[in-house]
T-cell receptor
Framework: QKEVEQNSGPLSVPEGAIASLNCTYS??????FFWYRQYSGKSPELIMS????GDKEDGRFTAQLNKASQYVSLLIRDSQPSDSATYLC??????????FGAGTRLFVKA | EAGVVQSPRYKIIEKKQPVAFWCNPI?????LYWYLQNLGQGPELLIRYENEEAVDDSQLPKDRFSAERLKGVDSTLKIQPAELGDSAVYLC????????????FGEGSRLTVL
């Protein structure tokens, strides 16, 4: 079992739709959870962080965390073509080690 | 404020040659990470520094890889000798003194070993 599992995609959604990205993790000691966006040929950039169970909203992005299910998700509302990228799920454990998933490729069709 | 600076951006070498990558962190960021990223994969941690101390180097292939962070600021990652399988993007990331865990990445150094 991989430490962080994501559907590799590509996930294709029409412009204006909601994109839903999912992630499961194996380390129950994970305490902080991050979503990074990576455009092709570029380095990852942080878009969301979440530290407690529930939802966290920031603009068009909502992160959801369920530690009991070891599940974290990212919703992107009103998806835009500029959202087309790979989204990396990255839990961080109590030892301050951040593990990255392989990422989900999102394609937003104009 | 300047971000994380890495050099070189691209490097092409023949196998068995040495190569070195340099990273300058965001000012005040004491934690520095070197990650390796293969195509279609997420970044994989090689080493983490707290100031000048390597606190996690368990994933660093020490037979050919070495790293240093003198004076707790700039860092260098070296590979000697390089192998074909080392072709990848080497990412440097830093984080601040807080406990947020948020990483700020440099643009990366893309290595091609022929």
């Amino acid at each position: 079992q991989k430490e962080v599992e994501q559907n590799s995609g590509p996930l294709s959604v029409p412009e204006g739709a909601i994109a839903s990205l999912n992630c499961t993790y194996s380390d129950r000691g994970s305490q902080s959870f991050f979503w990074y966006r990576q455009y092709s040929g570029k380095s990852p950039e942080l878009i969301m962080s979440i530290y407690s169970n529930g939802d966290k909203e920031d603009g068009r992005f909502t992160a959801q965390l369920n530690k009991a299910s070891q599940y974290v998700s990212l919703l992107i509302r009103d998806s835009q073509p500029s959202d087309s990228a790979t989204y990396l799920c990255a839990p961080r454990n109590g030892g301050f080690k951040t593990i990255f998933g392989a990422g989900t490729r999102l394609f937003v069709k104009a | 404020e300047a971000g994380v600076v890495q050099s070189p951006r691209y490097k092409i070498i023949e196998k068995k040659q040495p190569v070195a990558f340099w990273c300058n962190p965001i000012s005040g960021h004491n934690t520095l990470y070197w990650y390796l990223q293969n195509l279609g994969q997420g970044p994989e941690l090689l080493i983490r520094y707290e100031n000048e101390e390597a606190v996690d180097d368990s994933q660093l292939p020490k037979d050919r890889f070495s790293a240093e962070r003198l004076k707790g600021v700039d860092s260098t990652l070296k590979i000697q000798p390089a192998e074909l399988g080392d072709s990848a993007v080497y990412l440097c990331a830093t984080s601040d003194n807080g406990d947020t865990g948020e990483l700020f990445f440099g643009e990366g150094s893309r290595l091609t070993v022929l």
